[in-house]
C-alpha cells in the first residue's frame, strides 16, 4: 500500500493507493482561508497545512480502512509549488517514513498531473498529448512513456488558471476564480466583447494570458463600477471563449504535428465545463480518443502524485533524510538519482 501527501499549493491532500487502484483521496481545500485575499497567500497556505497534514493523513487511512501498519512507502509532491506549502507535505511525508524506515518516493507536481491518467478505472496507456492548465501552469505535455514526459509548449507569462482567478478579482467574483467566472458566463454572451486572440501568429506551442487579462482590466475600466456589475457575464463569457480559444486552438495544432492518437486534460482548468466540450469536439474532428479524469483528479490531489510514484525511483532510509523540496526550476526525477 503507498500513501501519497500533496500539498504544493493551498490543497492539504492525502491518499491510499493500492497500485493503480484508489482506495481514499482525501482534499481538504484551504479556499476559504485565502478568499479576502483573492488569490493564494503563500504563508497563510503553510501555516493551513501544518495544522491539516495529520488528521488528513488520518483520514486517508481510515477512509481506506488501513493503518500505518499497511504503508509500504510515503510518496509526497516535492516541486514545483510553493516552498513553504512543499516543505511541510515532504517533511511529514519524511517523518512518517522514517519512523517506519520506509523508503520516501518525491513526485515532480507536473508529472503527478499526467499520473492522473493512469489511474483505474480505465488507465490511460502513453503514448497521448496532454494539456495542463493551473492556477501555476499551462503546458502540452508530450507523454510517450509512465516516468517523464516532453514539454511541447508552455505558457510565457501567466497560467491560465491565474487569468481566472485575477480576472475573476477584477469582476469582484471571488477565489478561485475559475468556477466563479464559468458561472457567471452561463447567462452572457461569448462574442459581447472582443478579447486579444492571444499568440495565433506564434507558430509554436506557446501559449500567453497576460494580454487577456489586461484586455477585462480596460473593460471593466471602460464600463466603469456599474457598468462591471450589469455587464458582468457578458465580460466573463467574453474572457472564458478567449481561453478556451486559445487552448484549444493550441492543441489543434499540437495534433496536427504530433500525430497522437490520444489527448488528455489535467490541472485545475481542466473542470472548465466550455473547454471539456470545446476540446471533446476538437478530438471529434480529428479522430483521436478523449480522456477526461473525473474533476476531483483534473485538481491538485494525492491520488495522482501516488500514481507518479509508481513509477519514480523510491529512495531507502535513511538516504532522504537531507531531501529538500524545490520551487522551480529542477525536477523531482534527476534529484532523486543522484
Ligand atoms: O490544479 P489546481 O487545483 O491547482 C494548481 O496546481 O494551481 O488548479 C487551480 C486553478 C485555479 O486557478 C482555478 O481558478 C482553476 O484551476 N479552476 C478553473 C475551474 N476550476 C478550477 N478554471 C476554469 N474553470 C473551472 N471550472
Ligand atoms: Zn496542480
Redesign the pocket.
Request: aromatic share 4%; hydrophobic share 30%.
Given at each position: 500500500m503507498l500513501l501519497a501527501i500533496e500539498t504544493?499549493?493551498?490543497?492539504t491532500c492525502a491518499a491510499v493507493l493500492d497500485g493503480p487502484r484508489i482506495l481514499s483521496n482525501v482534499i481538504s481545500s484551504q479556499a476559504k482561508a485565502h478568499e479576502g485575499f483573492g488569490g493564494v497567500v503563500p504563508e497563510v497556505a503553510a501555516r493551513h497545512h501544518l495544522e491539516l497534514a495529520t488528521p488528513v493523513v488520518e483520514a486517508a487511512l481510515a477512509e481506506a480502512g488501513m493503518t500505518l501498519d499497511d504503508v509500504e512507502a510515503v510518496a509526497a509532491t516535492a516541486g514545483p509549488?510553493l516552498i513553504g506549502a512543499l516543505l511541510v507535505g515532504i517533511s511529514t511525508a519524511k517523518g512518517i517514513a522514517a519512523a517506519r524506515r520506509l523508503p520516501l518516493i518525491p513526485v515532480d507536481?507536473l508529472q503527478g498531473?499526467v499520473a492522473a491518467n493512469f489511474l483505474e478505472p480505465e488507465p490511460l496507456e502513453p503514448p497521448f498529448l496532454c494539456l495542463?492548465?493551473?492556477?501555476?501552469?499551462t503546458l502540452l505535455a508530450g507523454v510517450r512513456d509512465h516516468e517523464g514526459f516532453e514539454l511541447l509548449g508552455q505558457t510565457l507569462d501567466d497560467?491560465?488558471?491565474?487569468a481566472?482567478?485575477k480576472s475573476?478579482r477584477l469582476l469582484g467574483l471571488g477565489?478561485?476564480?475559475?468556477?466563479?467566472?464559468?458561472r457567471e458566463a452561463e447567462g452572457g454572451d461569448p462574442e459581447a466583447f472582443e478579447m486579444p486572440v492571444a499568440m495565433s501568429r506564434n507558430p509554436g506551442l506557446d501559449f500567453s494570458f497576460s494580454g487577456l487579462k489586461t484586455a477585462v482590466l480596460y473593460r471593466c475600466r471602460e464600463l466603469g463600477p456599474e457598468g462591471v456589475e450589469e455587464r458582468k457575464a457578458d465580460v466573463a463569457a467574453s474572457f472564458?471563449a478567449a481561453?478556451v480559444g486559445q487552448l484549444t486552438a493550441k492543441l489543434k495544432r499540437a495534433l496536427k504535428v504530433g500525430e497522437w492518437d490520444a489527448v488528455a486534460l489535467?490541472?485545475?482548468?481542466?473542470?472548465?465545463?466550455?473547454?471539456r466540450e470545446a476540446v471533446g469536439k476538437l478530438c471529434e474532428e480529428m479522430g483521436v480518443q478523449l480522456k477526461l479524469v473525473p474533476?476531483s483528479l483534473?485538481?491538485?490531489?494525492a491520488a495522482m502524485i501516488g500514481s507518479a510514484a509508481r513509477y519514480a525511483k523510491p529512495i531507502p532510509y535513511p538516504d532522504y533524510l537531507g531531501y529538500d523540496a524545490f520551487a522551480s526550476g529542477e525536477s523531482a526525477t534527476p534529484a532523486v538519482a543522484h
Open positions: 504544493s499549493c493551498d490543497d509549488g507536481h498531473h495542463i492548465a493551473s492556477g501555476g501552469h497560467a491560465a488558471g491565474e481566472f482567478d475573476a477565489y478561485p476564480g475559475g468556477p466563479a467566472i464559468q472564458q481561453v489535467g490541472g485545475g482548468v481542466a473542470a472548465n465545463g466550455p473547454l474533476i483534473c485538481t491538485d490531489n
